[in-house]
């Protein structure tokens, strides 16, 4: 799935990225806010959805090698957050859907996740 | 490769910053020409580690040895201490405060996911004196 669409999906307003953002590919997301769990279980899923708005969410989306981060229920990031993302050449959106539904409609529209064989 | 040795200070503090070494050590490595797979090794403990020292250790320090085959990395507090190392090694365990809850953490993954991205976790703590917490991961 495109950004592009993907931003459509979620009604999300673009904060920052790198230009031509919009085109970047992603093959499968993972929600949570709980950032032990992202390091535990995270397995290259391009996306990170969270409610949760600290520097350690983009520190630990560096650790992963997640590029793109879509902070959910309207959770606005702080400027030290938007900076960390830049310096890194993050892509941050943000919608005001909670994360429930905006995993729910990307998985619906195609975007899979980790483990669905269990 | 040359041997790099590596020190980094961590601010027990200033939850802000906590992630700076674990993120030079990623860029450093990248540039020494490590593969992928080590990198992310090494940046998910690391991580792990250098949170620990920040929430549990209340701020410590981080030395790092890479060489030819392994890279080891070792860090130091002197926090509290843990009572029962094989306790805290088991998944779900966590003494975290609310403070570190709130910031995503206090899970009790960490120190289980450091065994399983490193080749051999040795930890030594004396209560009330601190911790040591030494990684070691192959290079090859
Ligand atoms: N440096 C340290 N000093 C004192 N206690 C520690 C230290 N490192 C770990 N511990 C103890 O070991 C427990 C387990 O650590 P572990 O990293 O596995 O989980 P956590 O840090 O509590 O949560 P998570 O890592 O999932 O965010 C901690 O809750 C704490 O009680
Ligand atoms: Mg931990």
Redesign the interface.
Known sequence: MKLQELQTILHATFVTGPDGWEETEVKAACGSDLMSDVLAFVKDQGILLTGLVNPQVIRTAEMMDIKVIVFVRGKVPGEEVIELAKDLDMVILRTENPLYVACGKLYKEGLPGSREDI | MPNVKLHYDIDGND?????QA??NL?KVLKQLGVSTEVI?KA??S???GE?NTVIHGKGGAADVEISTDKLIITFTDHGPGIKDISQAMQEGFSTATDEARE????????L??MKKYSDALNISSVLGEGTTVEIIIHLT
Not at chain 2, 15 to 19: D, E, I, L, N
Request: glycine share 20%; no cysteine.
């Open positions: 939850f802000t910053v906590a992630g674990s993120s990623k992310r940046a998910i690391m991580y792990e949170i910031l995503g953490f206090g899970a009790g993954m960490g289980p996911n």
